[in-house]
């Protein structure tokens, strides 16, 4: 039923390394864009990284250096691989996809139902 389905959340110390990973149920090549968001408490959703279909990379300022994105096309595979991960990076993690019907045009978003990642300082 799940259009995204997020894993690799969990508990880990500042410094520590994780990677995040998002499967679509279907090909992520029928997305304009793939990417991740975050939420933690008392913040607004913030842009972590994003790859378009066209091929452009994404990454929100916060983030930038620290964390790469990748695909994997064959495996409908969305990855974050986050490196020296800070307490800030607390937050609730959500795989995001979105199509565009240029007919109207309309923008409609699917996303995961997030995984939490807590960097303990």
């Known amino acids: 039923q799940e259009m995204l389905v997020e894993s690799g959340g969990g508990l880990v110390q500042a410094g520590e390394s994780l990677n995040l990973s998002c499967v679509a149920s279907?090909?992520?090549?029928?997305?304009?864009?793939v990417g991740w968001y975050r939420h933690s408490a008392g913040e607004e959703r913030e842009l972590v990284a994003q790859i378009t279909r066209s091929g452009i990379f994404n990454y929100g300022p916060s983030v930038k250096g620290r964390l790469t994105i990748s695909k994997d096309n064959a495996k409908n595979t969305v990855t974050l691989q986050m490196n020296g991960l800070k307490a800030e990076d607390t937050a609730v993690y959500y795989c995001?996809?979105?199509?565009?019907?240029?007919?109207?045009?309309?923008?409609?978003?699917?996303w995961g139902q997030g995984t939490q990642v807590t960097v303990s300082s």
């Open positions: 279907r090909s992520i090549l029928s997305f304009n864009a």
């Open positions: 995001n996809a979105f199509v565009i019907d240029t007919s109207k045009p309309q923008k409609f978003d699917y």
